[in-house]
């Protein structure tokens, strides 16, 4: 399952550049800046992890893709300041004590990101940092439910390509961190991060 949810969201974001590249011909031939413009994004990502111990209990999160929208600012041309939003749910498998239940659980979650990028131009790598909050609400099968809003961190890195004077297209890798209640260790999620905004 987690090799189809990846090879999809990887067909779908070879499409989408072989499109952007179609359409780079429009791009205004006039100095460009991004310092000061404003933007709004829509974006997805596929989220993998680990599974996480606490109490005697493994829990193992499915794989998924989650949705999102946010605003930014870009404070110069290298330095983007944006918020988020994401939602999104999966499956969870609880071990321990010698059985197994099932149950689902729905992800919502918000991030305060700093982003830089390195060259001025259009076309520019960049990277990305940033703290945030996951928001878990689940049940199993067995009746019960559990619901908790943990604090997280993220870094990643990819590429930004400012296709207009107003459209630009994101394809990032991210990885982020958090700590469920009763656990041992943290749980990371990581996947592929695209994203499609207007600059105004």
């Not at 111990?53 to 983007?80: A, M, R, S, Y």
């Not at 940033?130 to 609400?137: A, C, E, L, Q, V």
């Amino acid at each position: 399952m987690k090799r189809l949810i990846q090879s999809n969201f990887v067909a779908v974001v070879l499409v989408m550049l072989a499109t952007l590249a179609v359409t780079s011909s429009i791009c205004s031939a006039e100095e460009w800046s991004r310092k000061g413009k404003g933007e709004f994004f829509v974006f997805g990502q596929s989220m993998s992890s680990d599974a996480v111990t606490g109490l005697g209990i493994e829990l193992e999160i499915d794989d998924t893709i989650v949705g999102g929208f946010g605003v930014g600012t870009n404070l110069t041309d290298h330095v983007n300041l944006n918020t988020e939003l994401f939602f999104g749910s999966t499956d969870v498998t609880a071990r321990g004590f010698g059985s197994s239940i099932n149950g689902d659980t729905t992800l919502f979650g918000g991030d305060f990101n700093l982003d830089i990028n390195i060259l001025k131009g259009r076309i520019t790598p960049l990277i990305t940092g940033g703290i945030g909050f996951i928001n878990f609400n689940g049940d199993y099968d067995g009746g019960s439910s559990f619901q908790e809003t943990d604090f997280s961190y993220n870094v990643g890195g990819g590429l930004r390509w400012d296709i207009t004077d107003h459209f630009l297209f994101k394809a990032m890798y991210k990885a982020t961190w958090t700590t469920m209640e009763d656990s041992d260790e943290s749980l990371r999620f990581d996947g592929a991060n695209v994203n499609i905004g207007y600059m105004f």
